[in-house]
């Protein structure tokens, strides 16, 4: 079993930047590929980053190319989400997920889910 936490959500301006962190617990933390996710009210969940075990691959939706950064440090048993530029529309709940499997950007692939950090966005 792994648990995931998400810190580091919070207010900001658009334009600005915030940094997520998800710290695990459990089985060896380099087993997962991670991936971040979001969710705003009234919308499905959506796939924003992912990243491979080792951190030598990663994959991110169009809608954050250039602005989101992923990353992640096995020492800490932690992985993060630098996001830069932000925008209204990055208002959402953010969750982390880890999969024994590969990197991947639908979330019926993952095996465990944080339960989200809130990300607001104003203009």
């Known amino acids: 079993q792994v648990q995931l936490v998400e810190s580091g959500g919070g207010l900001v301006q658009a334009g600005g930047s915030l940094r997520l ?9 380099s087993s997962y590929a991670m991936g971040w996710f979001r969710q705003a009210p009234g919308k499905e969940r959506e796939f924003v980053a992912a990243i491979a075990r080792s951190g030598g691959s990663t994959y991110y939706a169009d809608s954050v190319k250039g602005r989101f950064t992923i990353s992640r440090d096995n020492a800490k048993n ?16 953010y969750s982390c997920a880890a999969t024994t499997r590969y990197i991947s950007s639908r979330s019926y692939e993952y095996d465990y889910w944080g339960q989200g950090t809130q990300v607001t966005v104003s203009s």
């Open 21 to 29: 962190s998800c710290a695990a617990s459990g089985r060896t933390f």
């Open 78 to 93: 932690t992985v993060y989400l630098q996001m830069n530029s932000l925008k209204p529309e990055d208002t959402a709940a």
